[in-house]
């Protein structure tokens, strides 16, 4: 026990000159005598607890193997676990020649191969699909196949032979001990702080691939960006503790991750109609925000398909092929997107979105027939769009405002349920002339014939024509009251099949991207992607939807920024957050 003497000292020379003059034997001094006993006794108490419980934070191996480490204690209390290692083993040796790998009933090998080459290596050489996977390394069986053994190949440079080894290495090892703290320590303060704001969402995403974000994000008009910098980086840097604060990061050089979540993500939607019948309304879903044009590829089968067309019951948009689909030809169209409507795609994660108007800014339609030939079919689509003659809302003065012209654009795909109709026409249904002509009967010519009545008679002239034949032939492309119409009235029609692709910003929803660096790849290797997903399902607000995805690699990084090409082109908006 501790001498009590000590503590009375520090005791007395912190009374009044009144107590201390007491003698020890007296009722005062015999109080400062307990005093000074309990005082040690609670010494004594919180140094045993410091030893037995916070000094062993300290390290992260446990104090025996059967028993697990004190910061492994910590973390089963807020829930945080520490990694295993990807490979079950009995242990494992690492010299300069290589690595040996040991196995047992409790931890087979068959399951290790599993892990590292999937269950195909059951039907063929296991040790051969080990070398592909390890380039540089050389494998073999021993001890009846209770021992795996990986050195370098002859022949093979120290460099790669080195790296695989590393990589091999990283999974047989459990998560690294101070990769696990530092993670402890920013998952904690994250969820005390909250989770589903942008900086807390980036901070657990990095912390579980071992890096810590640097406190200065840069916000961007649909995105938050953020780096991950080597453990312990932060403590060091001037513009984090420093007199510097508020400063550009100095260490942006040494960023190992780049991160980047986006609120609202543009992504692709399609639909399919693998058999649309004709003047049979089909729906079109579009979970989106936005609305889009979509690209519309249409395919005839096996037999002609004369004149088709779409038509969106909704807006009342209708896009036609003055031509005729042989079997075997595909349509797909481009549409023609006005600014005001592909300005609500735009964003840090989208600067390529509609690509095809960089280059044909008017849309384009292209024709593949069944041997690959391409033919340019743009001057043969045609939209129209106007108001019902049988609508109970239309007026008169709502037909002056109609669109007849020739132009390649699809009708427009509004958020919510669309009702869309596919249509042909192989008769003609009315008569076209302009103001000054006389025609008494017309047919519809194909595109290589030089006479006869063709939708090319939509251009120019028929704004000087009557607008009576205007809505005529609105009025025969609204002529959709399917009641009498029968599956034997469309049974011998062209086959079609239709698609149609489109661009959505869903609602409620966030996409967490991360490029897959070299600092990625030794995060996966130890099995942290599928912790990382699981984190952030967990901390994202109820009801969103949230995306991880690890692209390519990004090009190399620009020398003036220290970003990388996409995220320097986007730097003049960035709004930095504190």
Not at 56 to 80: K, V, W, Y
Not at 129 to 147: I, M, Y
Request: hydrophobic share 35%; glycine share 8%; proline share 9%.
């Amino acid at each position: 026990m501790a001498d009590t003497r000590v503590r009375r000292e520090r005791l007395l020379s912190l009374l009044p000159r009144i107590f201390t003059s007491q003698p020890e034997s007296s009722a005062l001094g015999r109080v400062i005598d307990g005093m000074a006993a309990s005082l040690t006794r609670m010494d004594e108490a919180l140094t045993r607890v410091q030893y037995d419980r916070w000094v062993g934070l300290a390290s992260h191996h446990p104090p025996s193997t059967d028993d697990i480490s004190a910061l492994e204690s910590l973390g089963q209390l807020l829930q945080i676990t520490r990694l295993p290692a990807r490979i079950r083993h009995g242990g494992y040796e690492r010299s300069p020649a290589g690595i040996e790998v040991r196995f047992s009933p409790a931890a087979p090998l068959a399951e290790a191969l599993d892990e590292l080459i999937g269950s195909g290596w059951r039907q063929s050489d296991p040790l051969g699909l080990l070398e592909a996977r390890f380039s540089g390394l050389r494998f073999t069986l021993a001890d009846a196949s209770n021992s795996l053994r990986a050195e370098p190949a002859p022949g093979t440079p120290t460099e790669t032979a080195t790296s695989s080894l590393a990589l091999l290495q990283t999974q047989l090892d459990p998560e690294p001990g101070e990769a696990f703290r530092q993670r402890l320590l920013i998952t904690s303060r994250v969820r005390m702080g909250g989770l589903t704001t942008p900086r807390a969402l980036l901070s657990l995403a990095l912390a579980d691939l071992g890096a810590e974000t640097c406190p200065q994000l840069e916000r961007h008009p649909d995105s938050t960006l953020a780096i991950g910098l080597p453990p312990g980086t932060r403590k060091r840097c001037p513009a984090c503790t420093g007199d510097t604060r508020g400063q550009p990061c100095p260490n942006q050089g040494q960023a190992v991750i780049t991160a980047w979540l986006t609120e609202n993500p543009v992504l692709d939607a399609r639909h399919l109609e693998p058999t649309p019948r004709l003047r049979r309304v089909f729906k079109v879903e579009n979970a989106s925000l936005c609305p889009d044009r979509p690209v519309i590829t249409l395919e005839a089968r096996d037999q002609p398909v004369p004149y088709p067309a779409l038509r969106s019951l909704d807006s009342g948009e209708i896009t036609l092929y003055a031509g005729t689909l042989r079997p075997g030809d595909t349509l797909v169209l481009y549409p023609a997107c006005p600014p005001a409507e592909t300005a609500r795609f735009d964003g840090f994660d989208s600067p390529d979105h509609h690509p095809w108007l960089t280059t044909h800014p008017q849309g384009r339609a292209v024709i593949t027939d069944a041997g690959g030939m391409e033919r340019d079919v743009s001057s043969s689509i045609f939209y129209l769009w106007g108001a019902r003659l049988d609508d109970r809302d239309t007026t008169f003065d709502a037909l002056h405002f109609g669109v007849l012209e020739q132009r390649a654009l699809s009708p427009l795909l509004r958020p919510g349920s669309n009702d869309w109709m596919l249509l042909t026409f192989a008769q003609p249904d009315a008569t076209f002339a302009d103001s000054d002509d006389t025609v008494t009967s017309s047919r519809f010519a194909d595109s290589d014939d030089l006479d006869g009545t063709r939708f090319a008679l939509l251009d120019g002239t028929i704004g000087q024509g009557d607008a009576r034949y205007a809505s005529v032939l609105l009025e025969s492309f609204n002529k959709t009251n399917t009641g009498g119409t029968t599956e034997s009235d469309t049974a011998h029609l062209g086959r079609l099949s239709l698609r149609l692709d489109w661009l959505t910003r869903p609602p409620a929803s966030i996409r967490l991207r991360i490029p897959r660096t070299d600092w990625v790849a030794t995060a996966d290797a130890r099995n942290a992607l599928p912790l990382l997903r699981d984190d952030i399902a967990r901390a994202s607000a109820a009801g969103v939807r949230a995306l991880v995805e690890f692209p390519a690699p990004p090009q190399p990084l620009d020398e003036g920024t220290g970003l990388a090409p996409a995220t320097a082109r986007h730097r003049a908006g960035k709004a930095p957050l504190r």
